[in-house]
């Protein structure tokens, strides 16, 4: 079985599949890739299912060498990568000879970078899922963020090496956007025309605390109208819920699975993966659309993910 | 007395189902009784469940199922809830050392309450709460309620960082911290109980619908117990 050994682990690098769905009656949210677009196809350019495991870097990309050699590829944003010194271009599959060393650089824009490798990670599924949920310290590798030192084992390959790349255009169409879109959320009608206005209108910075739990906003605050006594609730991947002291915090892959605050708007599900390359101090604003826009856009996005000029070979 | 039901679209893939805007055992009881029959009869596209006081929050793959289809069959199972039989509750005694360094907030509670730290361990222990549902972070659960005479607000500024086995109360709840989370709730003890284990059978100590009572035990009893 060939291996990846970790010799540096970057600022937060964690193994990620697309999650747990199912066990919400127990507390546990799904976790999973922050941008599970690009792990998706990060996944097809090695010729893995889709929901293979891969490793996630966050602002800062680790350094990895390869005893065996296999076959990989980044997506995500563009860390500036080298093998052994030269560069790799991201969006495409490359081959690893045996001992060679990868070195994953800072973000250079977004904020999560996706390493996979064909075979996936292998490690032991927790619920059904190797994503690390790093609050609980469960799945993952040893329910944590990754070492220098952490050897990572790889499934079972086969076959042999192809090079694909994604199509230029796919890649724009799947763009991070800085505007998100957003339906109403189960409290929006708590918040006053003004409050809604000034929230549809106002630019958003995402505070320095943000990580995969949720990222906390900082802008003109949003007033509540009617202080409804607001009783704990079951809560949706990308809700914008609103503190007292009216700073939107958008839910997100390792949510809490019940809140206390209201929600005024809930990010569009083909728009999460822009959340998730989101970094402290970048800029958004929120855009409202209907349920059936929210819809469209997700079976426009799966087509693509689906279609045939997504991968050039 | 499902009637009532409110149907309210949360996100473009889930919709909540509210019992009611009150917690009352009524609307308990028709939360777990439609969680049960989603769990025996699930629905073919929903991916996850989220119960809760009064209401069960669904998610859904809006690709096979859209929040209106998703409703008329909510409301076949919301005719058939009457029916469904709830297990029932386990009793669980979760042994619980107060104050000192393992609750820190027992002194000041008991000052806002105006009564001694002794009387509001012997209030907390002096109730068998139910366990409203598990949410927040895995295992958490949401036991009520708690007497009035202890009932006092959250934390203006949530604690960064709580540790594991504490035991808090906030308004009309009382709870037990899993895992070292960021937390809100007034802590008054902490107990040597691992209230998740992913390796035991159910993983969770408490379960929806349980009974649980809280012990106190000596400092001695809790390093007796944690090292067991």
């Known amino acids: ?17 697309l999650g747990r769905e199912g066990f919400g009656p127990l507390g546990i949210s799904p976790s999973g890739a922050a941008d599970p677009i690009s792990l998706r196809l990060g996944n097809r350019l090695v010729a893995n299912a889709e929901g293979a495991a891969g490793l996630e870097m966050t602002l800062l990309g680790g350094t990895f060498s390869f005893p065996d050699g296999l076959i990989l590829a980044l997506t995500g944003s563009d860390f500036g990568a080298t093998l052994d010194g030269s560069v790799v271009d991201p969006w495409t599959s490359i081959e690893v000879r045996t001992g060679q060393t990868l070195r994953v650089g800072p973000a250079r824009s977004g904020a999560r970078c996706y390493l996979c490798v064909h075979g996936g990670i292998a490690v032991k599924p927790f619920l059904g899922s190797a994503s690390t949920h790093i609050l609980s310290g469960l799945g993952g ?30 890649r724009d169409r799947l763009a991070p956007r800085q505007t998100l879109r957003v339906t109403p959320g189960p409290q929006s009608n708590w918040f006053s025309e003004s409050s809604l206005r000034s929230f549809y209108s106002g630019i958003y910075r ?3 605390q943000s990580n995969r739990m949720g990222l906390r906003l900082e802008g003109a605050p949003v007033t509540q109208s009617s202080g409804g006594e607001m009783i704990t609730e079951g809560v949706s991947l990308g809700a914008v819920q609103v503190t007292h002291a009216g700073l939107p915090i958008i839910l997100f892959v390792e949510q809490q699975t019940t809140g206390g605050y209201p929600k005024i708007a809930n990010v569009i599900s083909a728009d999460i993966h822009c959340v998730g390359q989101l970094r402290p101090r970048d800029e958004i604003r929120f855009e409202q659309v209907t349920l059936e826009t929210a819809r469209s856009l997700l079976v426009e996005q799966e087509e693509l993910m689906a279609s045939a000029e997504l991968i050039l070979e | ?27 308990h009881q028709h939360v777990r009784q439609l969680l049960r029959l989603l769990e025996l009869e699930p629905i073919p596209g929903v991916r996850n469940l989220h119960p809760a006081y009064c209401s069960l929050l669904l998610n859904f793959d809006v690709l096979k199922l859209s929040h209106d289809e998703l409703e008329t069959i909510l409301r076949r199972y919301l005719g058939r809830l009457e029916d469904v039989c709830l297990p029932e509750p386990r009793r669980i005694e979760i042994p619980v050392s107060y104050g000192g360094e393992f609750g820190p907030d027992l002194d000041e509670v008991a000052t806002i309450c105006g009564i001694t730290p002794a009387q509001v361990i012997g209030l907390h222990a002096s109730v068998t709460y139910v366990a409203y549902f598990l949410g927040f972070v895995p295992g958490f659960a949401y036991l009520g309620e708690l007497p009035d005479a202890l009932a006092t607000s959250r934390l203006a500024t949530p604690r960064r960082s709580v540790p594991p086995g504490s035991v808090g109360i906030a308004g009309k709840q009382t709870g037990v911290y899993p895992f070292a989370t960021p937390g809100g709730w007034r802590l008054i003890g902490r107990t040597p109980m691992a209230m998740f284990r992913p390796d035991r059978s159910g993983m969770s100590v408490v379960s929806i619908g349980d009974l649980v009572r809280f012990t106190p035990v000596s400092r001695a009893q809790f390093v007796a117990l944690e090292n067991s």
Do not use: C, N
């Not at chain 1, 079985?1 to 599949?17: E, N, R």
């Not at chain 2, 039901?5 to 609307?27: M, N, P, W």
């Open chain 1, 1 to 17: 079985m060939s291996v990846i050994q970790v010799q540096s682990p970057g600022l937060l690098t964690t193994v990620q599949d």
């Open chain 1, 141 to 170: 590798f040893e329910g944590r963020a990754l070492r220098k030192g952490d050897v990572l084992h790889i499934g079972s390959v086969s076959g042999t090496f192809r090079k694909r790349t994604i199509a230029p255009q796919a």
């Open chain 1, 206 to 208: 995402v505070g320095e």
């Open chain 2, 1 to 27: 007395m499902t009637d009532g039901a409110r149907f309210q679209s949360a996100s473009d893939q889930s919709l909540v189902v509210y019992f009611g805007e009150k917690i009352t055992l009524d609307s």
